[in-house]
Each structure stands twice: as C-alpha cells, then as structure tokens.
Antibody, heavy 121, light 106 residues
Framework: QVQLVESGGGVVQPGRSLRLSCAASGFTFGSYVMHWVRQAPGKGLEWVTFISYDGSDKYYADSVKGRFTISRDNSKNTVYLQMNSLRVEDTAVYYC??????????????WGQGTTVTVSS | SYEVTQPPSVSVSPGQTASITCSGDKLGDKDVCWYQQKPGQSPRLVIYKDKRRPSGIPERFSASKSGNTATVTISGTQAMDEADYYCQAWDRSTVTFGGGTKLTVL
C-alpha cells in the first residue's frame, strides 16, 4: 500500500543538527513533489519545504531558509531534511507528504505518521 | 508572505450543514486544498483544486470558491467529522496553510 515512513527525530540542543528521512513505498516515488510540513505542539500546520520530482526545484519557508535543506534519492525512494542551526522554535512533529503533482503544489494526498523533533538545552 | 485566514472555530449540530471559510488576497487565482486532522492523526486531504474530492472522501464533503473566499461544506455532518480543518494555497513557490478551524459537532 501507499506509505510514507519518517525517521530521524529526537531531542537535540539548540544550534545542533539533525537529519530526517522519509521512506516511500507503494507508488512511483520519482514522479511526485515531496513536502515536509511541521506542527508545533498544540499549533497548526506549517509548511517547511518541497522538492520537485527530479530534485531540480526546491522551495523553503522563510522560517527555515538558509538552515534547512531538502534532498531526495529516487533510487532509494527516500526524501531527506537536513536541519542545521536548530532553534527551540523548530520543536514540532515533522511530516513528510506526497503531492499530487510532479513539479508544483496541487495537494498533499499521502502523509506519513510524523517524527518528533525537540530542540532543548 | 502570503496569508490565508480561517475562523478559529465552527459548531454544528449532527445532521446539519457546516461551512468553513478561508480568505486571502487574490485567492481566486490560486488552487485551494482542504485537509482534515483528527487528534493524534496525520492530516488527510479532503478537497483539492478548489472543489475536487480525492477517492475515498465522502460525498458530504464539498467545496467552492467565490472571489477571495473558499469554503468547504459538510452536509449531514456526523460526529466523526469533528476535527481541525486547514485550507492551503500555493503562491509564488510558497505553500501556505490557514491557521485551522476546529469543527465541533454538538
């Protein structure tokens, strides 16, 4: 079945780095945009970044630009989120999500279960 | 940065119709999606491209857009529809979510 499984979350000190992974299965991974979306405790959804089907286009929210990097390995059906210079306000559940389209946003139709990132000293 | 605005909460009686709005500048020019999120669960896409329902979404979910306001409507609301609902739009390479609306089925 169509599935996304995130991993790599944990507790990290401010200023440190963390890399999240999202393994996809059940669909042609290399044909779709992939997103990372986060949700701080008790808060709403916040889009973080997306990468086009072939990795040629990447877009970021202003809140993470210059600190986070999205990448994908279509041979491994996996998308990554490298998070550097982490801040307390980056604490959230991080979801990866598949888009309906290959190169722009049309709707996120498959979501993972999320991985929790806690930034704390 | 682009912003879309939703009411924080909407209440509805079982069997009645619930409507949740989403407004934003030039929203009429953008594709709008809607997501449902129940406590402890990941979001679920219920509407895309303004008014299309993904497979598996009940027909009681519909949506429309007029001018700068998009609306998702739930007809014959059931207790299972109680959830947070988020609108989402795409603008200039940025994805924007609304703040979310808590739908309470009283």
């Amino acid at each position: 079945q169509v599935q996304l499984v995130e991993s790599g979350g944990g507790v990290v000190q401010p200023g440190r780095s963390l890399r999240l992974s999202c393994a996809a299965s059940g669909f042609t991974f290399g044909s779709y945009v992939m997103h990372w979306v986060r949700q701080a405790p008790g808060k709403g959804l916040e889009w973080v970044t997306f990468i086009s089907y072939d990795g040629s286009d990447k877009y970021y929210a202003d809140s993470v630009k210059g600190r986070f990097t999205i990448s994908r390995d279509n041979s491994k059906n996996t998308v990554y989120l490298q998070m550097n210079s982490l801040r307390v306000e980056d604490t959230a559940v991080y979801y990866c999500a598949k888009d309906l389209q290959a190169s722009y946003n049309s709707g996120m139709d498959v979501w993972g279960q999320g991985t929790t990132v806690t930034v704390s000293s | 940065s682009y912003e879309v605005t939703q009411p924080p909460s909407v209440s509805v009686s079982p069997g009645q119709t619930a409507s949740i709005t989403c407004s934003g500048d030039k929203l009429g020019d953008k594709d709008v999606c809607w997501y449902q999120q129940k406590p402890g669960q990941s979001p679920r896409l219920v509407i895309y491209k303004d008014k299309r329902r993904p497979s598996g979404i009940p027909e009681r979910f519909s949506a429309s857009k007029s001018g700068n306001t998009a609306t998702v409507t739930i007809s014959g609301t059931q207790a299972m529809d109680e959830a947070d609902y988020y609108c989402q739009a795409w603008d200039r390479s940025t994805v924007t979510f609304g703040g979310g609306t808590k739908l309470t089925v009283l």
